[in-house]
């Protein structure tokens, strides 16, 4: 049920990078997403403890060969996603291009073009300003490189405003092709997507061409990066070099823009025959055992399938399900308020009229300060809201009030003004956007 863009010879880009993150840290993904969202969750699984583990499967607490089965379960989920059955992590709504599993840090992937790098980069704002720790991975197609938002999030993430850079990393697995338009010597003027880090500020957003057929390559260069964002310095540009063997998608003719010796190789680059040699070289495994683990990984995939396509559909009943929230702001803990400490001035409304009427200007100024009063994840900005109070002046007077930390200018750049709000809201705080 849907399309299906494979990602077979880009496994190394989505298991190099997913290991080289904290289990807390967040992802976003592609249409070409499931292999990202396949290990994102496996490794967030593999950080939980045995009962951590039992509450996000609802697997039975006596369950023998616990993580073994909670893998098996995650497969599942996983495979019902992409054959749009109930039982999937989005209940089958999303299907391959937009899996998401929010309780392992997975944001989401994305079907429109770029769709996700703004999300990625509000939800890294975000997660400087809650000072949780926490770096977003953003991975990318090298098509989406050449699109409007990339553009947009890149120049949104460096700004100097930012006290420290934005804990973002910027992944882009280059399999060769952005459909069927080649990136290197056809739709762009540049060797390398990573050359692009130079336009955007002095530390050429510490760029870096990594081998993307090679796992450990891929999670070295990821660890570095999310190391510099732990330390302040992001945002990181990484261009892993990968290749998809497949078409686009299942209709795709691949071999009208590209030749058998091309695609044979990259074959001699397989990432899973180069890692199981690394294993096997190195003592980890037999060559006898390396076998073994690759057999009795197809057969957990096959059982995934099967078991997936005679699982439930969903009920057309509940076609609606998850359209809305079922949840509101009235009841914000008093815990969240922002103390009058944190205010750079007293707060004062505007005066009413004899009437007690005010200007429509005053009165969404007075609401949007009402809401950072109650609410300290409250955050507002756009385009002129800082000092000049916003074009029409319905933001005047609230920077004196709250300050540049909670009160600031964006670039205008209102596709990544409202990606970054979006993402900003799925990791907990509560931007108002201009």
Known sequence: IGATHLSIGQEAVAVGSTSAIDAKDYITSTHRGHGHSVAKTAFAMDAMSDQELLEYTGLPADTE???????NHHLYRTLCELLGKEDGYCHGRGGGMHIADFHTGHLGANAIVGGSIAIATGAAMACQKLANGRVVLCLMGDGAANNGICHEAFNFAVQDQFKEGCPVIFLIENNQYGMTGQSVGEVTGVRYLAQRGMGYNEESMHAEVVDGMNLLAVRDAVQRAAELCRQGKGPVLLECLTYRYYGHSLSDNRMSYRTKEEENAWLQKDPIEQFQCELVDGGVLTQEQAAAEREAMKQRVEWATVAAANSADPDIREITRGLLAETTSDDIPASLATPESALLTPYKKVKRDSEGAVLYRHAVAEAIAEEMLRDKRVILYGEDVADYGGAFGATRGLIEVFGRERVFNAPIS????????????????????E
């Open 65 to 71: 060969n616990l993580r073994d089965q909670a893998f």
């Open 414 to 433: 209102e596709a990544a003004i409202i990606g970054t709000g979006a993402g900003a809201a799925m990791v907990g705080m509560r931007p108002i956007v």
